[in-house]
């Protein structure tokens, strides 16, 4: 089973700018997809940005689109999520997802970003 481990969480005010990082225990380059989900209280988990390793598509929440950037760097097997103009509305724990070469799902821990207004 892949080991993920998300950091760069915190706290942020209204239009400021996190850089959330997630490095897996193993290579990436195999994988089939990465992305990130986010979980605010009381709401259901739900899709923020996703890459494929294969051809590097991108996909992102309308919510989300021209203001978070997902992207990854295969040697350190990582996939970071560049959140900037963050919202109060963008407050949740966010995870890491990972479906890996077979094509198991895996999870990291989460990370909290809190967005003051």
């Known amino acids: 089973q892949v080991q993920l481990v998300e950091s760069g969480g915190g706290l942020v005010q209204t239009g400021g700018s996190l850089r959330l990082s997630c490095a897996a225990s193993?290579?990436?380059?195999?994988?089939?997809?990465l992305g990130w989900h986010r979980q605010a209280p009381g709401k259901k988990r739900e899709l923020v940005a996703s890459i494929t390793i294969d051809g590097g598509s991108t996909n992102y929440a309308d919510s989300v689109k021209g203001r978070f950037t997902i992207s990854r760097d295969d040697h350190k097997n990582t996939v970071y999520l560049q959140m900037n103009s963050l919202k109060p509305e963008d407050t949740a724990v966010y995870y890491c997802?990972?479906?890996?070469?077979?094509?198991?799902?895996?999870w990291g821990q989460g990370t909290q970003v809190t967005v003051s207004s």
């Open positions: 997802r990972a479906l890996d070469d077979t094509y198991r799902v895996n």
């Open positions: 193993k290579s990436i380059i195999s994988f089939n997809t």
